[in-house]
C-alpha cells in the first residue's frame, strides 16, 4: 500500500493558476502510474490526468486538456498538476491517486478502479 498526501489547493480567481503537489510513501513510487481525479460537490469523482511510472507517457480529460500539466519527480516521490487559465467549474477536491500494479498503463488510463490508493483530497475553489 502507499500513502499519498496532497497539498497545494486554495482560492484562485478564474484565469489565475494553482500547482497541487502528491507526495508518496510506502512503495516503489516509480514503479506505478498516478493519477489525479477531482470530485465537485453532488457529483462523481471523475478523471482529470494520469501519468506513467517513467513519466514518458500522460494522458488528460477533455475538460482539462492545454490547461493543465501532470508531471512527476520519482526522485522527490512526488507527482505535480499544474493548473493554469483556471475555470470556476474546476473547482473541487482533487485527490491523487496511484494504480492497483506496477508498470500498468491501460489503454484509455482514465477509469478509478484501476487506481487502489487515495489521498485525501485538496479543495480547489476557482471564484468567477
Known amino acids: 500500500q502507499v500513502q499519498l498526501v496532497e497539498s497545494g489547493g486554495g482560492l484562485v480567481q478564474a484565469g489565475g493558476s494553482l500547482r497541487l503537489s502528491c507526495a508518496a510513501s510506502?512503495?516503489?513510487?516509480?514503479?506505478?502510474?498516478m493519477g489525479w481525479f477531482r470530485q465537485a460537490p453532488g457529483k462523481e469523482r471523475e478523471f482529470v490526468a494520469t501519468?506513467?511510472?517513467?513519466?514518458?507517457?500522460?494522458y488528460y480529460a477533455d475538460s482539462v486538456k492545454g490547461r493543465f500539466t501532470i508531471s512527476r519527480d520519482n526522485a522527490k516521490n512526488t507527482v505535480y498538476l499544474q493548473m493554469n487559465s483556471l475555470k470556476p467549474e474546476d473547482t473541487a477536491v482533487y485527490y491523487c491517486a496511484a494504480a492497483v500494479t506496477p508498470y500498468m498503463w491501460a489503454t484509455v488510463p482514465e477509469s478509478k478502479a484501476d487506481f487502489g490508493s487515495w489521498g485525501q483530497g485538496t479543495q480547489v475553489t476557482v471564484s468567477s
Open positions: 501519468i506513467s511510472w517513467s513519466g514518458d507517457n500522460t
Open positions: 510506502g512503495r516503489t513510487f516509480s514503479s506505478y502510474t
